[in-house]
Nanobody, 115 residues
Framework: QVQLVESGGGLVQPGGSLRLSCAAS????????MGWYRQAPGKQREFVAT???????NYADSVKGRFTISRDNAKNTVYLQMNSLKPEDTAVYYC?????????WGQGTQVTVSS
């Protein structure tokens, strides 16, 4: 099993930045892929970014050029650097890990972009 704990959410003004963290309970070397998803009120959960264990990163079109996903293997942590934030980025952000064919989710962290 994999436990995931997100942190770093909060309230930020449009144009601002936040960095989300996702700490895994086991070595992320052994995890096939990790990623970030988000869910806005009244909407379905949507893909944001993913970083496979040995492949290239992938982003939703809506965040390309503004968000960057990265990993620190020594800390078993994946990050999401979010720049040039917009009100439409407001959502609960969830970390996801794919391990041995199963999906594992964190509890989510709220990001609110508002003036």
């Amino acid at each position: 099993q994999v436990q995931l704990v997100e942190s770093g959410g909060g309230l930020v003004q449009p144009g601002g930045s936040l960095r989300l963290s996702c700490a895994a309970s086991r070595s992320i070397f052994s995890i096939n892929a990790m990623g970030w998803y988000r869910q806005a009120p009244g909407k379905q959960r949507e893909f944001v970014a993913t970083i496979p264990s040995g492949g290239t990163t992938n982003y939703a079109d809506s965040v390309k050029g503004r968000f960057t996903i990265s990993r620190d293997n020594a800390k078993n942590t994946v990050y999401l650097q979010m720049n040039s934030l917009k009100p439409e980025d407001t959502a609960v952000y969830y970390c996801k890990a794919i391990y041995w064919g199963r999906d594992y989710w964190g509890q989510g962290t709220q990001v609110t972009v508002s003036s």
